[in-house]
């Protein structure tokens, strides 16, 4: 968190400079709307202009980021021409000069090497050309050159070569915050690919064994819970993101339960209380799931046939900006000590599965308040609420799976 927060300060210093620099040269009387001096108007404009620029370079150092930033970032300088580039090749260009490109390309093997920004007077034979020097600042992200931003003028400035380095430095504060979106992603990644690991052969061994039960004393039966399998099991190792809807959660909890309730019997009872308004809700990837297949473990597996039984209740309600899934069974529960300890990874989560990995998840989506509360003690079963932000930044669903 402290190095996120550097991160912020790096960021916001390098504004300022350039806020300033620019009300510098653009103080004149002019009308203000209210904003008051013209430093404080300039200033606020190269905010502005700042914020526009960041979400395109949020994503990456790509041909089209740069594409969508270029322009913003030349505002900001409010020189001739810009381009940023990577290690390779000149990935945008924006104002005149575009002639240059090549040469700029061949001056940048030092500064590349080197990360250190330098300024070259440029070679042109076309006398009305205004694009004469070159203002060259590395683009660095934990101490890796990614690229440069080049900014060109008509003639040498010590004005430039300042706030061409101060941009370049805030353009590199939004390059780290792409990577460290980035490494979230990869690390959500494996927490899915590890739930995967960890329910799947649990899940897998239990419904063959059901439906091959089935096979020969009813056929239609084994059937129909073979689809069950098959649909929940597509929704469960697809690879169309990160993130689903509440209601394609839900359908693959059905999947899912309609297996269980095949090996159980009436031995288990479920109850659903859904808001349709809150089914569109995005919301981590095989986020519910894990939950209820938790309560039917606590529910269930450790009551003994025939005369255990369970019930577990799925509410999910509508409050305003969030919506509220809660699942509760009546099992056997679990001591709130050991619980903690299975959240803090301090202990194998066994009879717990995918408590932590969920938990972890939610936290990281969207913040250490949207944590699991869970409900528990021994004998007193459990009970587990999510909260999920209808709108979070960076959440979107998948496309609908269709046919399962």
Known sequence: MSGFVAGLCVAILPLLAAGFWLGRRTARPQNLGGLGTPVEHATFQTLHTASLAAPPLRAGLTEETARKSARRLRTLLGTDA????????????????????AEIMELLAGPLETGRGEAFRLKCDEPDCPVRWAVVAPLTVDD??????????????????????????WVSVQLELADLDQSRTRLIEAEIKALRAQISPHFIFNSLAVIASFVRTDPERAR??????????????????????????????????????????????????IAPEVLPVALPFLCLQPLVENAVKHGLEGKAAPAGKSHISITAQDTGAEALVVIEDDGAGMDPVLLRRILAGEVSPSGGIGLSNVDDRLR?????????????????????????????????????????
Request: with cysteine.
């Open 82 to 101: 810009l381009c940023l580039t990577d290690q390779q090749e000149v990935l945008v260009w924006d104002g005149v000069g575009d002639h240059h490109r």
């Open 144 to 169: 890796r050159v990614h690229g440069t931003l080049v900014a060109c003028a008509p003639r040498e400035s010590a004005v430039l070569v300042r706030a061409a380095g101060e941009v370049a430095r």
């Open 364 to 404: 990281q989506v969207y913040g250490d308040d949207y944590g699991l509360v869970i409900e528990t003690a021994v004998g007193a079963g459990m009970k587990i609420t999510a909260r999920l932000p209808k709108y979070q930044p960076g959440v979107h669903s998948a496309s609908r799976l269709t046919g399962g």
């Open 224 to 273: 129909e819970l073979l689809l069950e399998f098959a649909d929940f099991t597509r929704y469960s190792f697809r690879r169309h993101g990160d993130f689903t809807t509440l209601a394609d959660e839900l359908h693959a909890i059905d999947h899912y339960l309609a297996l269980v309730r095949a090996r159980f019997g009436d031995r288990l009872s479920v109850t659903l209380q």
